[in-house]
């Protein structure tokens, strides 16, 4: 080796040990402080000897009555203690829709459609542009409405992708936890785009015939980041009703979406939106401990929609033809950026070991008060979670928050995968993310998830899960037939 | 003809894809003989009766299944470097149509013309642009009382009638969950020229060069269904031990002949057959593409019947496979040439031996007769001028064979009361004009 890269490497390495002797000593310091103190302590015991301390003991003149109080003062203080903490939250076990192959769109199918349907060919070379670059594989599938030519969105068509999607998923998650549908106390429905009456939730309790008592809720409108909504929701209600168990569904109705038009701003979705659903059961019941595979730790949810450019960002709306569709601008990345920062801003010290957060403070302390040019510190979440499970937006979304947070390829690896294989299910795409991690056999007892999602309003939403049980592959899900093909490589620009 | 407006309607339009991706950037060129089919298209319409299995949702996913076999039939045709056409294998899916008919089955085949049974095929022609151009599309009819009609049409620079009718019986295969028994064979050198060529080929050198056919007659259509007992006792009266084929060919020249006016003595029949197991390599049953001899059959019509069941017999089982090199060279040269396709079937009389098809075994059912075709049409577009006679196989075991012919008007009228040919009992169907 020449020398003079040497030093570099050295010194890279001698600051590598440095850092980690730095997180080491500042994250365990009250360990740290302990081992002496308790060190000090036996040392004295030992000194001391079995009757100077029955003689020190007998000196404090403790009658009956003052044991018992302290006693009962110990018991008070750790029976409000227990019960004031909050109950834990437990994902037992989730299910994600697996698309049939009949419904598989083919980048040159879509392509033809497109030219078949759209009569402004700049309309076409947009569309083939998005495509491209989009970071889609082959096998991304849309429902049987949008396979027509020219699509078919009826009501009718909608509902029956609503009930396809949803019962399958409903129905592989029986089957894996052995939930029956009476035992649901729970439950709490996420679909941004189709919102019939009756609601998706009331479908939903007619074909399982739950309970007349069942707490249901519809969430329309809240866009992609609706699924780790329903899961805070629900995690409230379990804080509520005790020993329950809680049914959420996140899903997104592509078929009443087809945009027919011909701005461009609003074609993006028809070329990235694909369908998906996922069904997840959480209960707040002790036994399920046993076999549940997550625990909720936390979920912070940032709204910027008091912004006006925020808001208006993910816009639905008809364009000058009558045709209706949404909208993304141009400075959505920097709006997502903004949003991202705020919510790691209210994340950060919950989950950050103490070494970053110093870090961090005093990197903001010196900015403010010593010089403005100090780069901000980014703090290292590679050091809070072991797994990212980022929304698979669009390629440039994950490719922006690999950046901001400076992540390596492995750790968005799930998310480009689910991207490629899934295309963009919206809300549904963090489990199907989830599911690449287990069936790669990556999960282990201990591991932390943070599950981050984008969607209109503009909001950014957190969740934050820990493994509780070692998940042994092969696991029964989505990606069963096909994780031993993946990862691939996706290349920058696929050539249509 | 039926009064007051369409039986058939087509109600939505979309494609099928295979279940499987395609491995990017593959082609398959098409050969000399597929080129020289470039006027041609083929339409199939397989009837089926209802049963417990037998629903469009179903037989859409047997289909993606089985499109997974046929990579070639989910491409797209672009103009190769040497200007010929290529498939371009990208996954884009066949044309599938779905129609119903506000008939049942049994009173659709009594009492449907010709011009109708086109209905249960869509085909649209390839506009200006091939790479957005289906070269299949797929028509599922569904009659009143849940029978289905299954339509194919292609264009026949992809497929010949044995191909068409393979990848219908491979569907079929599929959807009864059994193994597909002649799989799609993809060899694009199976006719490329010997290593020293000796190109040709009268006949079609004679028709390449003559002027297009200038059609002023319209052209009209039917089907013959002959029982098995017919056919045996029309053998019996002319040549007991000749095959179906020859005898019903000979007949029905016979007959056309004088239908036409054309006086009685020595002429000539163009014949056309499938050559996949005549070559001394033979090619599997499931060979993609086109495998089609055309060749000039010669008998004295004035010498009667028998004797051109005869002549007819030995022309099909002699034929050499010399010529059918020497064909093959021929259209490889006209290729490179750079020369356009031209007619092949007709203007002059043409007969197609179809009879090895092995259509009736495409069932979608699992068991007993109940899933076999009730009825299959097949029927070639482009074919103007003195007619075409096709003869396929029947419903019927044994030797009962369905005779289709399209011929000029006047032709189809006379031969649809011919008193030789009612002798035998037919059942006539889709009569009329196309």
């Given amino acids: ?496 | 003809m039926t009064a007051g407006g369409r039986r058939v309607t087509v109600y939505a339009k979309s494609t099928a894809v295979s279940g499987t991706p395609v491995r990017p950037g593959k082609t398959y060129p098409l050969s000399s003989l597929d080129h020289l089919m470039g006027r041609h298209t083929l339409h199939l319409v397989f009837y089926y009766r209802p049963g417990p299995t037998l629903d469009r949702d179903g037989l859409k996913e047997s289909l993606s299944e089985v499109l997974s076999h046929y990579p070639a039939a989910t491409g797209r045709l672009s103009r190769g470097e040497d200007g010929g056409w290529i498939v371009k294998c990208n996954d884009a899916g066949v044309r599938l149509l779905d129609a119903r008919a506000n008939v049942t089955l049994e009173e659709w085949l009594g009492s449907a013309s010709a011009e109708e049974e086109m209905e249960l095929a869509y085909w649209e022609p390839m506009g200006d642009d091939p790479s957005i151009w289906s070269p299949y599309y797929i028509q599922i009819t569904e009659f009143e009382d849940k029978a289905f009609a299954i339509g194919l049409s292609c264009t026949h620079m992809h497929a010949d009638p044995t191909c068409a009718t393979l990848l219908v019986r491979a569907w079929a295969d599929s959807h009864r969950r059994a193994c597909i028994a002649y799989a799609p064979f993809l060899h694009p050198p199976a006719f490329l020229p010997r290593p020293d060529p000796r190109p040709s080929h009268p006949l079609l050198s004679l028709k390449s060069s003559s002027a297009p056919f200038a059609s002023n007659s319209k052209m009209s259509s039917a089907t013959f269904r002959f029982s098995d007992l017919a056919v045996k006792s029309l053998l019996a009266d002319l040549q007991p031990d000749a095959s179906p084929f020859s005898a019903l060919a000979a007949l029905f020249w016979s007959r056309i002949a004088r239908a036409a006016g054309v006086p009685p003595g020595p002429g000539e029949l163009t014949l056309v057959v499938d050559v996949r197991k005549r070559m001394h390599a033979p090619l599997p049953h499931g060979f993609y593409g086109n495998a089609l001899h055309f060749s000039r059959a010669r008998a004295d019509l004035a010498a009667g019947v028998a004797h051109v069941v005869d002549e007819l017999g030995r022309h099909v089982a002699g034929l050499p496979e010399d010529e059918v090199w020497a064909a093959a060279e021929w259209a490889h040269e006209r290729r490179h040439r750079g020369e356009e396709a031209f007619q092949m079937y007709g203007p002059e009389l043409t007969c197609f031996a179809l009879d090895h098809l092995m259509a009736y075994g495409a069932a979608f059912e699992k068991e007993g007769e109940g899933g076999r075709p009730a009825h299959v049409s097949y029927r070639v577009g482009g074919a103007e001028g003195e007619g075409l006679v096709v003869v396929l196989p029947a419903a019927e075991e044994g030797a009962a064979r369905t005779v289709m012919v399209t011929l000029p008007e006047e032709v189809a009228k006379t031969i649809c009361r011919d008193d030789a040919i009612l002798r035998y009992g037919p059942t006539v169907m889709f009569a009329g004009r196309v």
């Fill in chain 1, 1 to 496: 080796m020449p020398a003079a890269p040497l030093p570099e490497f050295s010194s890279s390495v001698k600051l590598k040990y440095v850092k980690l002797g730095y997180q080491y000593l500042v994250n365990n310091f009250l360990t740290f402080l302990l081992v002496p103190f308790m060190a000090v302590l036996a040392v004295e015991l030992v000194r001391l000897g079995p009757d100077e301390i029955i003689t020190l003991w007998r000196s404090l003149h403790l009658d009956l009555v003052e044991i018992l109080c302290m006693a009962f003062l110990i018991v008070f203080v750790s029976t409000v203690y227990f019960m004031s903490r909050p109950r834990p939250v437990y994902l037992v076990d989730y299910a994600c829709f697996k698309p049939p192959n009949t419904c598989r769109v083919p980048f040159a199918t879509f392509m033809e459609h497109t030219r078949l349907i759209y009569s402004d060919p700049k309309s076409v070379q947009f569309q083939t542009r998005i495509l491209e670059r989009s970071g889609l594989g082959e096998e991304t599938c849309l429902p049987p409405a949008n396979h027509y030519i020219p699509p078919n969105p009826t009501m009718e068509a909608s509902r029956a992708e609503a009930q396809f999607v949803i019962f399958s998923a409903i129905d592989d998650l029986i089957k894996k936890t052995g939930v029956k549908p009476k035992d649901i106390d729970i439950l709490v429905v996420n679909c941004s785009l189709f919102s019939p009456t009756p609601s998706l939730s009331a479908m939903i309790v007619n074909k399982y015939k739950l309970r007349s008592n069942i707490r249901s809720f519809n969430l329309s409108g809240m866009g992609c980041s609706a699924g780790l909504l329903s899961i805070d929701l629900a995690r409230d209600l379990l804080q509520v009703h005790s020993n329950s168990n809680a049914l959420v569904i996140s899903t997104e109705i592509i078929t009443p979406n087809f945009y027919s038009g011909n701005q461009r701003a609003m074609l993006l979705p028809n070329c990235l939106f694909r369908m998906g659903a996922a069904a997840i059961l959480l209960s707040n019941r002790p036994r399920e401990a046993r076999r549940a595979k997550y625990r909720l730790v936390h979920v912070v949810r940032t709204h910027k929609g008091a912004d006006d450019r925020a808001y208006r960002c993910i816009y639905e709306e008809e364009d000058a033809e009558g045709y209706s569709g949404i909208s993304l601008s141009k400075d959505l990345m920097a709006i997502a950026g903004e949003a991202l920062k705020s919510n790691i801003t209210t994340i950060g010290p919950l989950v950050l070991p103490v070494s970053e957060q110093l870090l961090f403070f005093f990197t903001l302390v010196g900015r403010k008060l010593i010089n403005m040019k100090w780069k901000p510190y980014i703090p290292d979440f590679k050091l809070a979670f072991e797994h990212f499970c980022i929304h698979a937006g669009g390629r440039a979304v994950i490719d922006e928050l690999q950046k901001n947070l400076q992540l390596s390829p492995e750790h968005v690896e799930a998310s480009r995968m689910t991207l490629h294989r899934f295309g963009n299910t919206s809300s549904s795409s963090l489990w199907y993310e989830l599911s690449y991690i287990e069936s790669k056999g990556r999960m282990r007892r201990g591991d932390r998830v943070w599950q981050i999602g984008f969607g209109s309003g503009f909001k950014c939403n957190s969740a934050v899960w820990k493994c509780i049980r070692t998940i042994k592959t092969p696991v029964d899900g989505p990606w069963a037939d096909c994780i031993h093909r993946y990862p691939v490589h996706i290349p920058e620009v696929v050539k249509l």
